[in-house]
């Protein structure tokens, strides 16, 4: 359980683009992906991948048969693949060692309703049985590891809008225990009207369609899409085949706050404790953390609970403390939010500068967010995810360079 | 919570003497369709509850009658180190299956408010959270029909990290009119009985259930005098990466599966006293599964006993390997395996040992818990007698 678990690629597809270098150009001159959303329709606002066609990455071969949550997972594993030089031979075997754990909220819904509509519509009779293994909540996993070869451990982990950085956490975990070489880790999430409706009837979706994290005018979330996936490998797998590591998985930290399925805990408990037990894991004291990535969406509640915990763990230093927000830039991606805001963390860590957040004018609490790039100092990175259904969980970066 | 009984004592006795949990489905109506049975968790009484959707249900009980079971009290401990972890097939579908109805009925205006956000699968083990008062991990391993292995296999690991205490882990899935409509769709559900491994086997049939397994360190669990029912030494999972619905002819996967879960465990294939078959009972599944114990077992092949309860429980989909994993751990602590009910005729050229009809007094100390998934999922779990 001692090996240490490094990051040797990405991928990613989002609203604010697809690759690494285009997600992090647009992220850093504070551009956001959130507008009109042909997707949901004529008046709904969200952070949609537009056009989105995956015959760039994938071919043509297959692609008819994948959802849409299985094309944008499909098309962040490539990308995660060959930027390691992990891409298994066409034709060939694939390796047993290597896997994928992918973080999903809503998983395949869209699918799974319009299976169950045509046979209401339709009766059971008429059911497209093709369409069947896309309703199972792995299927984008499993379609993942067909299209790529993918032969080690393949996992769905479902948290929430905490499961990408779930997703982190058990495949560090099955790393350390030598159950696997080399693992894709993140998660996926598409809009559909389905998920968009959940949001929209409880009242937490921005009327304006436009969120301010942490602002005092923030009048809810937008939601937004996409994968993004680390391959994580042990230190010493990755030095052995000579790949670079770009970054550590330092610590994770999870915590329920067993309160209510739909209400996050303003007393904050579980958020900071969720915070506290990764920078414990990560053998580290608050005062090495140079950055947050917080998980804030512009929800009210959630909002004040994640500044609230910060203050909890940080105290009066909190305010000398970058702090970005991406999730105004990328939107509220569920399962896929952790993913994407770890990878936002990495490459603060990189570039020692964390990005603008999207939009930003004014916020509550002393936080240090900005319209711009601000400097960091230190090794570490946090990234938090606070699910409303009280599931909290964050996650230590240290990087590498 | 079975489709032949609630609670261990019950479930154990039935399983034990071959009491069949299959019969028409009455949760819906199935004139429709070209299949009629199904294998359902009857006279449940989900009072307390009723808003919850029914895989939350299920496990909500399912977990009570563990802790009960264990005999530990929850608030007497540090809370923030007790987790939840579930595995399923498709979590709650009946509030997609209520979505569905009522937009047929009366539009989508017309969907009541609380149906969709009750549906994402991770809500099952948050609702055992909120019962209970848990604060530690909570998460659902969504890894269809082998996840109720995957979730057992993470509490294994979080405990083994020193992240937690105690882990309540399991799986849970409710009867659902898409997953019936999927595989009568596909031709797989037997018409008249569930025959796993017999020669003229004609399909699987779906069920509900859930289960849930206490999970701690052993020298808590030795200090505290606990009933130990099993260890668990390891697991092994895999991916066949082939097809999304049909296993590998060969059964790749599953010989890695339980090729890592017995390398894991320090055991090797030798040393196995009883597996607890997959086994649905569809002509496919079942010869690979024969394939791989027979590719991995050698020559010693026909000289384990291999049973799938699924003959009597029907196919519980994510709860599935959860309950079986219940049934390894009595089986290790009873000394008795349970049957494969309804077999008649061993597959041309089988000479495995399928523990026909009838439980057997043994002495099983070393059990592999078999599964597999859509997706190409395999995940073998191996449980021990406490040496």
New interface residues.
């Given amino acids: 359980?001692s090996a240490r678990v490094v990051v040797t690629g990405a991928g990613v597809i989002s609203s604010i683009g697809a690759g690494v270098e285009e997600f992090e150009r647009n992220l850093y001159a504070g551009c956001s992906g959130i507008g009109p959303s042909p997707l949901l329709g004529e008046t709904a606002v969200a952070a949609e991948v537009r056009n989105f066609n995956p015959q760039p990455w994938l071919g043509n071969k297959g692609i008819r048969v994948l959802d849409r949550s299985a094309r944008l997972l499909c098309v962040a594993a490539q990308m995660a693949l060959s930027s390691t030089g992990l891409q298994q031979q066409e034709g060939g075997e694939?390796d047993?060692n290597l896997?994928?754990v992918c973080g999903t909220?809503?998983?395949s819904?869209h699918s799974?309703?319009s299976?169950?509509?045509s046979?209401?519509?339709d009766?059971?009779?008429y059911?497209?049985?093709m369409e069947?293994?896309n309703?199972?909540?792995?299927?984008p996993?499993?379609?993942a590891?067909?299209k790529h070869?993918?032969?080690?451990?393949?996992?769905?982990?479902?948290?929430?809008l905490v499961?990408g950085l779930?997703a982190i956490h058990?495949a560090a975990?099955?790393l350390?225990?030598g159950?696997a070489t080399a693992l894709l880790a993140g998660g996926v999430e598409e809009l559909c009207e389905?998920?968009f409706?959940?949001f929209r009837?409880?009242g937490v979706i921005s009327e304006r369609g436009c969120p301010q994290p942490f602002g005092a005018d923030r009048d809810g979330t937008v939601l937004g899409e996409g994968s993004a996936l680390w391959m994580l490998e042990t230190a010493d797998s990755a030095r052995a085949r000579g790949a670079t590591a770009l970054l550590e998985i330092s610590g994770f930290g999870?915590?329920?706050?067993?309160?209510?399925?739909?209400a996050f805990s303003v007393r904050a408990?579980?958020a900071t404790?969720a915070i506290r037990q990764a920078l414990a894991d990560a053998a580290i004291a608050p005062e090495a953390i140079g950055c947050v990535i917080a998980g804030a969406s512009g929800s009210r509640a959630g909002d004040e609970m994640e500044a609230h915990a910060l203050r909890n763990v940080f105290g009066p230093r909190l305010e000398q403390i970058p702090v970005c927000a991406p999730k105004a830039a990328f939107g509220e991606a569920l399962g896929a939010s952790g993913a994407l805001c770890a990878l936002t963390a990495g490459l603060a860590l990189g570039k020692r500068a964390i990005p603008p957040t999207a939009g930003f004018h004014s916020a509550q609490n002393g936080l240090r967010l900005s319209a711009g790039p601000q400097n960091i100092e230190g090794d570490y990175a946090l990234v938090n995810c606070f699910?409303c259904?009280?599931?909290n969980a964050a996650l230590v970066l240290k990087g590498l360079n | 919570m079975t489709p032949i009984g609630a609670g261990r004592a019950l479930f154990w006795k039935n399983l034990t003497a071959g009491v069949n949990g299959i019969g028409p489905v009455e949760s819906f109506d199935t004139s429709?369709?070209?299949v009629h049975l199904g294998a359902e968790v009857k006279d449940f009484d989900p009072s307390g509850n009723e808003k919850l959707g029914r895989g939350s249900q299920l496990a909500v009980a399912a977990a009570r009658m563990a802790l009960d079971d264990s005999g530990i009290d929850v608030t007497a401990r540090d809370?923030?180190r007790i987790?939840?972890s579930m595995g399923?097939?498709?979590?709650e579908?009946g509030m997609?299956?209520r979505?569905?109805?009522a937009r047929?009925a009366d539009g989508?205006q017309s969907?009541p408010?609380d149906i969709?956000?009750?549906?994402?699968?991770?809500?099952v083990p948050?609702?055992i959270?909120?019962e209970?008062?848990?604060?530690?991990?909570?998460?659902?391993?969504?890894?269809?029909c082998a996840a109720g292995n995957?979730a057992i296999g993470?509490g294994f690991?979080?405990i083994?990290?020193g992240r937690t205490d105690l882990m309540l882990a399991g799986g849970a899935d409710p009867f659902s009119?898409?997953?019936?409509?999927?595989?009568?769709?596909?031709g797989a559900i037997a018409p008249e009985r569930c025959q796993p491994f017999d020669k003229n086997r004609k399909g699987m049939v779906p069920g509900e259930g859930a289960a849930v397994l206490v999970l701690e360190p052993l020298d808590a669990a030795v200090a505290r005098g606990a009933t130990i029912y099993a260890e668990v030494l390891g697991y092994?999972?895999?991916?066949?990466?082939?097809?999304?619905?049909a296993a590998h002819p060969q059964g790749?996967?599953a010989i890695?599966a339980m090729a890592?879960a017995l390398k894991?465990s320090g055991r090797s294939a030798d040393e196995v006293d009883y597996i607890s078959a997959h086994g649905t009972g569809t002509p496919t599944n079942d010869r690979v599964e024969a394939i791989a114990v027979r590719t991995l077992f050698g020559d010693r092949a026909s000289h384990v006993p291999m049973s799938s309860i699924k003959s009597m429980i029907g196919h519980t989909m994510g709860a599935a390997s959860a309950i079986e994993a219940v049934a390894c751990s009595l089986a290790i602590h009873t000394g008795v395996i349970p049957p494969t009910m309804n077999f008649e005729e061993p597959d041309e050229g089988s000479d495995l040992d399928y523990v026909p009809n009838e439980a057997r007094r043994t002495d099983p100390r070393i059990v592999l818990n078999n599964a597999y998934?859509?997706?190409?999922?395999n995940a073998s779990l191996c449980l021990a007698r406490l040496q």
């Fill in positions: 359980m694939g047993p896997g994928l909220m809503f998983g819904v799974i309703t299976f169950d509509w046979g209401v519509t009766g059971p009779a059911v497209n049985p069947f293994p309703t199972v909540i792995n299927s996993a499993g379609q590891a067909i070869k993918l032969r080690g451990v393949n996992s769905t982990i479902s948290a929430g499961s779930y058990y975990e099955f350390m225990f159950r389905e998920s409706l959940s009837k409880v999870a915590a329920h706050d067993a309160h209510n399925i739909q408990d579980g404790s699910g259904d009280g599931n | 429709a369709f070209p809370r923030s987790g939840v399923t097939t498709s979590g579908p997609i299956e979505y569905n109805d047929k989508v969907v408010v969709l956000p009750k549906y994402p699968c991770n809500v948050s609702n959270a909120i209970f008062d848990l604060h530690g991990p909570c998460l659902m391993i969504p890894t269809a995957y993470y690991d979080v083994r990290s009119r898409i997953t019936y409509m999927g595989f009568a769709r596909l092994g999972v895999s991916c066949d990466s082939h097809h999304m619905t790749d996967g890695r890592m894991e998934a859509f997706g190409g999922n």
